[in-house]
């Protein structure tokens, strides 16, 4: 990734009106750092994979501040993806192709075991270029230390000749191995507005020639980071590993739009003999695609877990609060849980889910009633739960839609715009309905994660809302709405949703997982008054709670 956006992993401390209160910079004082989602204990903060039974996560920081720059892999690992121990970095600058830095890419497993990481690094001349890393001692198990190839590297280089700019090429992907027994491997770039999956082949690893055409290409969609390529299962929620080859397979091409901060991804077939992408009929390529999440997620990577038969998906959470204040209060950005992915079975989408690790952090369940309900207005606290440190599942039911809204035109491919315009405090029929989290008791400052439906040309639409805009009284900082469809029938099927809780962060998953929104918010009046969580319903219609399950969550061990 490049200097905006780099896949980074950071922290916050201690705010009040419109100013920070500078304190030292420990996790006891610091109310907005993450009990279990993943951070360096400070600075600014590329290729997950698993090996030998244990997880390995490399991550993009700068070591020596909290903004961008003088960027390094950082290393951790974990037997369950949830607790985390710390190593020295893995790879740093220290030869002519990353001396100015060693940026994001990914780690491939080769036959017979063997990880090796293809990562953009910065040469001499300040050019992205492709290099190869690999394990020193295989029989570590926490693979501390790697090194470069000083024969081959850069594997990878631009050149006037197939017009690549030296300062948009950067992210390789995990490799995969085809039917003719070659590697290949994408790596994002642009010509003009053009983004690109730029096509590189090799048989040993170590010498890769560019393909005459990229994989995949859009028009008018700009430089793509951190791109990822890889199979899915049609009929099934299990991983598919990279290399697979056979029947009952589709692909998925992520890219991350460096433009607007943005994800899109598409789903399609891979033609194995031309060695091009091919997006299902339909498919929207830019900011107006699918998502796998519609809020503060970026430069996310899949890896196939081979040890649970499953893909999980790590994305980048990044602040809401400017560099300057990150400088003071000596960290920026986290991770998002990660999550298994999976096709959503008969539809044009992926599903998602928080790693089934994380339920071991859950503790004091608290049940309330079932099949209670809502009448419009009412709110309904969620008691004996640890508010800013939460896992809550709660799922409504509706009986009849005679009178649900209708949805204006003009929106149907806005939904964030729709959200912005019908926050928690605008009245429909059915909605805005949902959960108030990091609320104060009073209900003066709060952060809305709700549902809203409508009619539109005779269908019922969902839609899911974070409203940030009273998440925080005196702070300035990013409190923009994020909003998405559910694709859902909510006469016939139940309505989930499922929220972590984290001191900043914000993680929903609505319909199951069919669409997914993170928000990082940094309430104040609950630092002193304390956190509090309800089940709202702020329409004019009543909604029934079927389900509502919370626990607290304990800390997890990370670095």
Known sequence: MASSSVWLFCLLALFFGHGFVEIEASPANQ??????????????????????GIYHLFYQWNPKGAVWGNIVWAHSTSTDLINWIPHDPAIYPSIPSDINGCWSGSATILPGG????????????????????MPKNLSDPFLREWIKSPKYNPVMAPNSINEINSSSFRDPTTAWRGLNGKWSVIVGSKLNREGKAILYRSKNFTTWTEAKQPLHSAADTGMWECPDFYPVAIDSTKGVET??????????????????????????????DKDIYIPDEGSVEGDSGLRYDYGKFYASKTFFDSEKNRRVLWGWINESTNATIDIMKGWSGVQAIPRQIWLRPFKKQLMQWPVAELKKLRMNKVDVQPNTV?????VVEIPSVTSIQADVEIEFEISNLDKVD??????????????????????????????????????????AVYFRIFKHEKKIVVLMCNDLSRSSLHLDYDKASFGAFVDIAPIHDK???????????????????????????????????????????NGTESVKISKLTAWSMKKAYIN
Request: overall charge neutral; hydrophobic content about 35%; glycine content about 10%.
């Open 31 to 52: 109310p907005y750092r993450t009990a279990f989602h993943f951070q360096p204990p400070k600075n600014w903060m590329n290729g997950p994979m698993v090996h030998k």
């Open 374 to 378: 809502l009448k419009g207005g009412s």
């Open 243 to 272: 290399s697979k080859i056979g029947h009952g397979i589709k692909y998925v091409l992520k890219a991350s739009l460096d433009d607007t901060k943005h994800e899109f991804y598409t789903i399609g077939m891979y033609d194995h």
């Open 114 to 133: 063997k990880p090796v990481i293809l990562y953009t690094g910065i040469n001499e001349q300040g050019q992205q270029v492709q290099n190869l890393a």
């Open 406 to 447: 209708t949805l204006d035109a003009s929106l149907i491919t806005n939904p964030q715009e729709l959200c912005s315009q019908n926050g928690a405090s605008v009245r429909g029929a059915f909605g805005p309905f949902g959960l108030l989290v990091f609320a104060s008791k009073s209900l003066e400052e709060y952060t």
């Open 495 to 537: 309505l989930p949703l499922r929220t972590l809780i984290d001191h900043s962060i914000v993680e929903s998953f609505g319909g199951g997982g069919t669409a997914c929104i993170t928000s990082r918010v940094y309430p104040t009046l609950t630092l002193t008054e304390g956190a509090h969580t309800y089940a709202f319903n």
